[in-house]
């Protein structure tokens, strides 16, 4: 499994190092940061993986014409359809609707990532069915949220099972990970993105893979919170190398 490591836009340069070849970024961020384009648009003219997110975690709507900007000029290797959470049916609406509009853009030769919702496990099956069989023919990756056990009471570890039972063609990606470190144990999944490993960074905290691991997570709001996350900057040098070295240190595959 490979992580994706979520940053701040300031912090970019000084702790997603050269080694770090798989990246998420956010559609509105691209669009409204010049830096932050910049950046990853220079990573993937280098062949390095990119994967265009939309801003559900951030509190942010992603338009389907900010996906398309961002689009052009990113040129990701997979965009994230997007979805509603606990909400089935305007997760395949508006799935679809963004898959014809960016399908059809010339520029397009990104694989799709879908991302399943539902109030209950029945729905957020169906949801699935509907999604991987009837959006379209670039859809490659079956993203799966944080919140498997709350809404469906099964672990990531058992919707990832599921998922490749019915589904062995698509890969499979954890939208975010888990805290208690519980994703590391998830076999089968392709990859997983996150901002805890630089937050747990900057807050001092150095985390090896090996362990151990910290018993809490200290959350985004001491980095400006969802959103003002983006344009969180530091200026220890200490807080910087640990964020760094643990962007580093989970780079490699798990």
Known sequence: MRMYHICPVPLLERVI?????????????????????????????RGE??????????????TVEELWLATDKIKPAEIVLPDKFKDAEETCVRSAQAYEALDDAALMTAQFMIVPQGRDYG?????????ASNVGPRVHTVGIIEETTELYDRSRERMAEDVRSRFPELDVHLLG????FSDVAIRGARSCDTGKLVTWGINGMLVMREGPWPDTYPGRE??????????YDCIDP???????ENVLEWSREI
């Open 222 to 231: 001491t980095m400006g919170g969802r959103q003002g996350f983006f344009q």
């Open 49 to 62: 993986w990119i994967t265009l997110d939309v801003g559900a975690f951030e509190d942010m709507d992603t």
């Open 177 to 180: 990970f888990m805290s208690d």
């Open 238 to 244: 200490f807080m910087v190398e640990t964020a760094r």
């Open 123 to 131: 729905e957020y099956i169906t949801c699935l069915k509907v999604l």
């Open 17 to 45: 190092p050269p080694e770090c070849k798989h990246h998420m970024c956010i559609a509105n961020v691209v669009n409204s940061d010049m830096d932050y384009a910049a950046f990853y648009s220079i990573r993937r003219r």
